[in-house]
T-cell receptor, first 115, second 117 residues
Framework: AQSVTQPDIHITVSEGASLELRCNYSYGATPYLFWYVQSPGQGLQLLLKYFSGDTLVQGIKGFEAEFKRSQSSFNLRKPSVHWSDAAEYFC?????????????FGSGTRLSIRP | GAVVSQHPSRVICKSGTSVKIECRSL??????MFWYRQFPKQSLMLMATSNEGSKATYEQGVEKDKFLINHASLTLSTLTVTSAHPEDSSFYIC?????????????FGQGTRLTVV
């Protein structure tokens, strides 16, 4: 069965420090992979997506993610976080039932920023 | 990018009543829309796939008679929570995708916060 695992429930980093949020997926075929961010009480914003091609994907707000098939991972990184990055981050996999837009979400990682 | 709009953004209803949530694709036609539910501090759980002109496909454990989905046009899907109870209070989000072959990305609405009192 398709699944997405985000092993870190809550991460706190200092402003200006680097960030890596982990994501592992289980999927039988080539997945479509996404990272979304959600601020409290708000909807979802797409940070970046991987469909095919270059395994290092650049997104908005200075985020990037690297698809590693051998590790079934799609970790999100940012070299220097800002206080405004505090939010909930969801890794997600699509491509289910031949539809990339049917998405299964991970449990989320809450990011806090230490001043 | 494509825009998906949900209405209302917030709604409070009394137990036993029904409430309808609309999901519209504003600048594209969506043959397929998806409905998700998010409980506080939890992830988004897929509830159902809404197909234009046909019956919705519900995920396991989702009561189709309680969560009525109607996708009557290529730009509108509605989710009706019938006989609402306090445990139905949640954040409901829809998504829509462009027709297959043009773009496989899902575009999300801004969500509807339902409170049942």
């Amino acid at each position: 069965a398709q699944s997405v695992t985000q092993p870190d429930i809550h991460i706190t980093v200092s402003e200006g420090a680097s960030l890596e949020l982990r994501c592992n997926y289980s999927y039988g075929a080539t997945p479509y992979l996404f990272w979304y961010v959600q601020s409290p009480g708000q909807g979802l914003q797409l940070l970046l997506k991987y469909f095919s091609g270059d395994t290092l994907v650049q997104g908005i707000k200075g985020f990037e993610a690297e698809f590693k098939r051998s590790q079934s991972s799609f970790n999100l990184r940012k070299p220097s976080v800002h206080w405004s990055d505090a939010a909930e981050y969801f890794c997600a996999v699509g491509g289910l039932a031949s539809s990339a837009s049917k998405i299964i979400f991970g449990s989320g990682t809450r990011l806090s920023i230490r001043p | 990018g494509a825009v998906v709009s949900q209405h209302p953004s917030r709604v409070i209803c009394k137990s036993g009543t029904s409430v309808k949530i609309e999901c519209r694709s504003l600048d594209f036609q969506a043959t397929t829309m998806f409905w998700y539910r998010q409980f506080p501090k939890q992830s988004l759980m897929l509830m159902a796939t809404s197909n234009e002109g046909s019956k919705a496909t519900y995920e396991q454990g989702v009561e189709k008679d309680k969560f009525l989905i109607n996708h009557a046009s290529l730009t509108l899907s509605t989710l009706t929570v019938t006989s609402a109870h306090p445990e139905d209070s949640s954040f409901y989000i829809c998504s829509a995708s462009l027709p297959t072959g043009l773009n496989t990305e899902a575009f999300f609405g801004q969500g509807t916060r339902l409170t049942v009192v």
